[in-house]
């Protein structure tokens, strides 16, 4: 015969919010707040103690840590992709005989960029002065142009 305990510790009431981010390179925690109030707590995502940085879905778990209260709350923390911003240089060059590139640079540095003209990566070689209008798709850089 088994004997059943039951918990004369009431549950807790705990909500977790700040569950929405968008990715900044730092961590972004969740908050925990409890009812009554003050009780301490320890919060999980995907069972790691640190809050995560990067950007996806993470499971968070914040367990009461109280010899009087028992329970925890479950919720899900999503840090959203944030957007990158990428500069385009050297848009207004004159034939050189050569393939002429533009250069770009990003925000955050390093950030990969494919460029393409037209659609292609190849930019050819031009035998007139090449302007692009910022904002605009070129045509430029074909040969025989």
């Known amino acids: 015969m088994f004997n059943q305990i039951y918990s004369k510790r009431p549950f807790f009431n705990g909500l977790l919010s700040g569950l929405a981010a968008t990715y900044t390179g730092s961590a972004h925690s969740a908050t925990v707040t409890t009812s009554p109030t003050g009780l301490a707590t ?6 790691n103690s640190t809050a995560p940085t990067n950007a996806g879905s993470y499971t968070v778990v914040g367990t009461v840590n109280n010899s009087n ?8 923390l999503v840090i959203a992709k944030a957007a990158g911003k990428v500069k385009l240089s050297d848009l207004s060059q004159k034939e050189t005989g050569s393939g002429i590139a ?10 990969a960029v494919t460029i393409t003209y037209d659609g292609s990566a190849y930019y050819g070689v031009c035998r007139t002065p090449i302007l692009i209008p910022v904002g605009q798709r070129s045509n430029v850089c074909r040969t025989g142009v």
């Open 42 to 47: 320890t919060t999980t995502y995907n069972g």
């Open 102 to 111: 533009v250069t770009s640079s990003t925000v955050p540095a390093g950030m």
């Open 69 to 76: 209260y028992v329970g925890d709350a479950t919720n899900t």
